[in-house]
């Protein structure tokens, strides 16, 4: 499958009034196409750090800059793209076997990540030449 078909970039409500900005993500396939069993943030990550640089066999994410802006380069293993994470509202949906990495962070950038899964360092595939293999088997 093309990448630009495995990925989606999702659109999140603005419930906001003169009062500010509310923007609400529900899981369970209300705005993200699963039950999120995980939040976790990324911020104070320098514009030269490179994150991610892995793929995981079971988890499911949606990443949304909550502040500032950050970019991901995604590979499929026959693909390259790159996303730049910029509005609060805007999500980028992962499918599992996905290599990413995350980068070129502003310095107010706070990376939101919703998972599908809990934490299991088994499901990450942190090796690149692994990751070509076990994509070559799907
Ligand atoms: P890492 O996967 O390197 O972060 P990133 O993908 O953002 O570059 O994670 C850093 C450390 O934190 C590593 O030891 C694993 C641990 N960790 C958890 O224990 N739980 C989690 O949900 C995450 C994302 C990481």
């Known amino acids: 499958m093309q990448l630009a078909e495995q990925i989606k970039i999702l659109e999140f409500s603005d419930l906001g009034d003169e009062r500010g900005n509310l923007v609400v993500v529900e899981g369970s396939g209300f705005d993200v196409p699963f ?17 991610g640089r892995h793929a995981n066999r079971k988890t499911e994410f949606v990443l949304i800059n909550v ?3 950050s970019k991901v380069r995604l590979d499929n293993g026959f693909e390259q793209e790159v996303i730049e994470l910029n509005r609060p ?5 992962l499918p599992t076997m996905l290599w990413k990495d995350m980068y070129d962070f502003s310095e107010d950038s706070i990376l939101l990540v919703l998972a599908s899964e809990h934490y299991d360092a088994e ?9 070509i293999k076990e994509i070559a088997k799907l």
Not at 35 to 51: C, L, N, P, Q, T
Request: no cysteine; charged share 35%; net charge negative.
């Open 35 to 51: 039950e999120i069993k995980r939040v976790f943030y990324i911020y104070g990550s320098d514009a030269e750090v490179i994150r």
């Open 67 to 69: 502040s500032g802006t």
């Open 89 to 93: 509202r805007m999500g980028l949906y």
């Open 123 to 131: 499901e990450y595939i942190r090796d690149y030449d692994e990751y």
